[in-house]
Every structure is written in structure tokens, then in C-alpha cells.
């Protein structure tokens, strides 16, 4: 682990906050060299924020997002990030879309998690689509964050089974336990400074990532 200070991290929720619990946990048992600045969520009844107020975690409610458009969430969102100096940023389940102007600020520093094996179904209701396709092989995938939606340079995936009889829920719950495993390995890798944002790609130890690196979670036993 590195000798330098802890990363500064703000973790973006809109609601349940199981990624974020996955990742605050590492923080606080020191397998991330980063600490927790700050939760955010654009709603105030986000279910996460309970559960990283028991952390003992600082947490900050975007207010003016139901009000107000894009623009003012994201002077509110930008607000928080700079009183906190926060170093990177996780967005983990964070349902908003940031503008191109926003992303461009923290590019480099801001990660995604999306449960779909990106390029493959980007945006919304991924499990269903992938039910409704027939695939057998599902996954998640860390990726760092660009102006367009779901395309940044992707770090890691994860790569599940779909099961025969699989409903949306029993899927998204298979992907979401992997989820909780690479999203933190992810962050880690960037808070000891060994992945970093490059001429617009991602670097792991030198090697740029022309392709994701894939953990497979399919011989896994599973619940
Ligand atoms: C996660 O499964 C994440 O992959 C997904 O939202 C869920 C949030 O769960 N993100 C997206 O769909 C982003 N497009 P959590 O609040 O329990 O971490």
C-alpha cells in the first residue's frame, strides 16, 4: 500500500446503497487507501444514506434536485465535491445523468458501476433486457466516466451465469454480489495510484487497458 495520504472520496447513491456499504467497508478496514468524505444522494429518502450514517459517515442531500434541473443539481453536486476535496468520485447507483461539461471536470477521477457487460446494454433495466435476449452470461462492469452514457473506458467486469428459471431479481442479485467485489477492487487499484486515466484510456500497472480485465464469477457456488 501506498505511503502517501488517503484519497479523499465523495460516494454517489440514489437509492438502496449496497455498493457504497461495499465500498465504505473496505475503506474503514484500510484495504482502499482512501476515506469516505462524503455520501451524496440527489433524494433525501434514499435508503442508503441511513446505512452510511451508521458507518458514521458524512452525508450531503443534493435539495435542489427535485426542484430544479440538471444545471442546478449540478452546482449543488460541485459545491459538495470541492468543500469536501474530494480526489475521486464513485458513482454507485447514482441515477442521474451528469452533463458533458460536469464530467469533463472530473474526468479521470470519477467512476461507474453498471450491471450490464458494457458495451453491451448500456442504460436502463439491463437484467430484463438480458432475460428477454436469452443470454447465458450476464456481469457488471467498473468503468471510468465519460460524457457519454455508460461508454467510458471500462476497468474490470464481472461475469456471472444465467440460470435457467432466473427472474429479474434472482439476476440482479447474482450480479449485484459481484458487483460488491469489483467495485472496491477497482478503487483500490486507483487509490495506490496503480490505475490511472491516460490520453483518454485506463492504465493498470503501465499496460493500457485496450479491453476490460474479466474476473468470472460463473464456477462460483452460488445461492
Ligand atoms: C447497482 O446494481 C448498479 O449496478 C446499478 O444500480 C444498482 C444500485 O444498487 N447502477 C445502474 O443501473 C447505473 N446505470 P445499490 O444502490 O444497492 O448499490
Known amino acids: 500500500m501506498s505511503t502517501r495520504a488517503p484519497l479523499e472520496a465523495a460516494i454517489l447513491i440514489s437509492g438502496r446503497g449496497s455498493n457504497l456499504m461495499a465500498i465504505a ?4 478496514a484500510g484495504h482502499i ?3 469516505v468524505a462524503v455520501v451524496i444522494s440527489d433524494r433525501a429518502d434514499a435508503p442508503g444514506l441511513a446505512g452510511a450514517r451508521e458507518l458514521g459517515l458524512e452525508t450531503a442531500v443534493l435539495k435542489s434536485a427535485e426542484s430544479a434541473g440538471g444545471a442546478a443539481l449540478e452546482v449543488s453536486l460541485a459545491a459538495v465535491l470541492e468543500a469536501h476535496g474530494c480526489d475521486v468520485i464513485a458513482l454507485a447507483g447514482f441515477m442521474r445523468i451528469l452533463s458533458g461539461p460536469f464530467v469533463a471536470r472530473y474526468v479521470g477521477r470519477m467512476f461507474n458501476i453498471h450491471p450490464s457487460l ?11 433486457r438480458v432475460l428477454e435476449a436469452h443470454d447465458t452470461v450476464h456481469g457488471a462492469s467498473v468503468h471510468f466516466v465519460t460524457a457519454e452514457l455508460d461508454a467510458g473506458p471500462v476497468v474490470l467486469q464481472s461475469r456471472v451465469a444465467v440460470m435457467p428459471g ?8 447474482r450480479v449485484q454480489a459481484t458487483e460488491h467485489i469489483i467495485y472496491p477492487r477497482v478503487l483500490g487499484w486507483f487509490a495506490e495510484r496503480r490505475l490511472v486515466w491516460r490520453d483518454g484510456a485506463a492504465w493498470l500497472d503501465g499496460r493500457r487497458l485496450d479491453t476490460p480485465i474479466v474476473e468470472d464469477f460463473r464456477a462460483t457456488p452460488r445461492s
Open 118 to 128: 458494457l458495451p453491451g446494454y448500456r442504460g436502463l433495466h439491463t437484467h430484463r
Open 25 to 28: 467497508r473496505e475503506c474503514l
Open 166 to 173: 432466473d427472474t429479474e431479481a434472482t439476476l440482479s442479485a
Open 33 to 35: 487507501a482512501a476515506r
